[in-house]
Structure formats: C-alpha cells, structure tokens
C-alpha cells in the first residue's frame, strides 16, 4: 500500500515497553535531535520480565499506524499488536520503516514481525510467515450520495475514476483499459480532494483508509462499496513473520484467535473508524486477486 500522507522522515527506535513501561521514552530524528517529551499513554500489564518484540511498521498510513506529535505509533495495526502481545505474553517495541524495508527487516531477522495494512497474497505466503487475518481490508468504490447508483465495477465503465499510484485499485482500473478514464494521484487524500471537488466521478482505494477520511469530512455525503468478497485473500490482512519462526507464527495465531473470540478487533476497529454505517454490496461478478 503507498501512503496516504507525505510526513517528516524519522527513523525511530521507540521503547514503549521498555524501562519499566515509562510513559517517557527517547526517539531520535532523521537529523540526530531527541524529543524526549513522549506522550503516549498505553501501558503494558505485562511483568517487566515478558519478552519484547521488534515490530516493523510503516508509520505513514493512517488508520493502519502513522504518529501523533511527539512521535508515537498509533492506529489499528498498532493497537491490535499490543493487544496480542498482551495476550500471549510478549511486549512490542515499534520501528517506523519503509514498506520494503519491513519485508526486508523481517526476512532477515533484524525485526520479529510486521504489522502494517499487509494484505494476504500467493508469492507472500510462500516466502514469509503469515498469520492468519485479524482485519478485513477490501478495495472499494467511493462516489458523491445522490450522484450515482453504483453497485460493482460494471457500474463506474465511462466514467473518470481516482485512485493512489501503484495501489491494486490502480492495477483494476488498468485492467479495465479504456473503459475507464483513470487519474492516478500520490496520496489518497489528493485523490479524496479529486472527488468532492468533481475532478474525477469515483475513488478507488481500500475500504478503512477511505472510512478514516470520511471520518474527518462528515461534511461531504458520500457511497462506499467494496468489490472485494468477504471471502477474498486478498481483502484479508494478515501480520508478516519469518517462514521459520513456527513458534512465533503460532503464538500470534493464537493471540489472533482469542481475540476475535472476545470481539476486541471490532473494538479496534469501531474506536478508530467508528460505527459507520454498513458499506453496500457489490453485484459485481468481478473479484480482484491483487494485494497490497
């Protein structure tokens, strides 16, 4: 997935868990600087003896994880990752990397796990350990209430559709060819601007990312529809571990597990993009095998 906003650059090496779970720990900037002032309020209930993991995560891309003032990580991939280390015993410790990096980080064991908006896919699961979904992410149709009736793909044929560089929408609408007039733009939130400013009929991009926007402008009326089965690998993400850290696999697919049993996903999910109302049904017969 690309970002959704362009941030300051920071390579962060955040002790949340660390020295006793003090609220105040030390990050450092891209220049060397400290901000020591540290704001972030979770603490873990876990002994100061649990394991910590190193955890790889973009940190650009809202919902998913990106950072508040002082440099913190939060979002749904954030606090699903403290909550089953809590779980199953071990504590996190974020590190904000590129998107490759992440992959990169975890193959070759210099970070334990990622854990950032990572869609299921073929070739991944092959070469790394992935667990099973804990967060349902399909790609999805955005348009004005009241201007279309748009149920599926078929439907958006003639129209100028947006979406976010190198995003698996992008790859849809290609796909498509010239029966769509496509509008590629760097950041999703630009792309959101080409809709309700009426440079583009639709918006293309993954359905929590387009829930968060929507979230910050009740302003504008707007229709979601995914065209993604609830079914589909691809909709589903999943955290990233190395291929043979069985042991590891197993204790997050637990923790994911008991979670979902005990509904703190939905939680989750309702404290960061609210009780929005459901999205509508595709009657598209198309069903996408991209990821991000």
């Not at 006793?20 to 876990?46: H, I, Y």
């Not at 994880?65 to 699903?80: L, W």
């Not at 387009?210 to 955290?239: F, M, N």
Request: glycine letters at 8%; aromatic letters at 10%.
């Amino acid at each position: 997935m690309m970002q959704l906003y362009r941030m300051l650059p920071m390579v962060l090496s955040i002790g949340l868990f660390g020295c006793g779970n003090s609220a105040t720990q030390e990050s450092v900037n891209s220049t060397g600087t400290s901000a020591t002032e540290n704001k972030d309020s979770f603490v873990s209930q876990l002994p100061d003896t649990a394991p910590t993991l190193k955890v790889a995560m973009t940190g650009d891309l809202p919902p998913f994880s990106f950072q508040d003032d002082y440099g913190n990580m939060q979002g749904t991939d954030v606090d699903s990752i403290r909550a089953i280390g809590e779980e199953q015993g071990f504590k996190v410790e974020f590190y904000k990397e590129t998107w490759q990096d992440m992959f990169d980080s975890v193959e070759s064991g210099k970070r334990d796990l990622a854990i950032s908006g990572i869609s299921y896919k073929d070739d991944r699961a092959v070469r790394y350990g992935l667990s099973t979904p804990y967060f349902f992410n399909p790609a999805t149709i955005m348009y004005l209430e009241g201007k279309f009736d748009i149920k599926g793909l078929n439907d958006i044929k003639g129209l100028k559709a947006g979406t976010l560089e190198g995003s698996k929408e992008e790859d849809t609408l290609k796909e498509m060819g010239s029966s769509v007039e496509l509008v590629s733009r760097s950041t999703a939130f630009l792309a959101y601007q080409d809709l309700v400013q009426g440079k583009t009929d639709v918006f293309l991009y993954d359905m929590p990312v387009l829930q968060y926007i929507v979230k910050g402008y009740p302003e504008h009326k707007v229709k979601i529809v995914p065209y993604e089965a609830d079914d589909a690998p691809s909709a589903q993400q999943v955290i990233l571990m190395a291929k043979e850290n069985t042991q590891l696999i197993n204790n997050v697919n637990e923790g994911i597990a008991k979670l979902k049993e005990k509904g703190v996903f939905k939680e989750i999910e309702s404290r960061w993009l609210g009780e929005a109302e459901p999205a509508e049904k595709s009657d598209s017969d198309t069903n996408t095998k991209q990821s991000n």
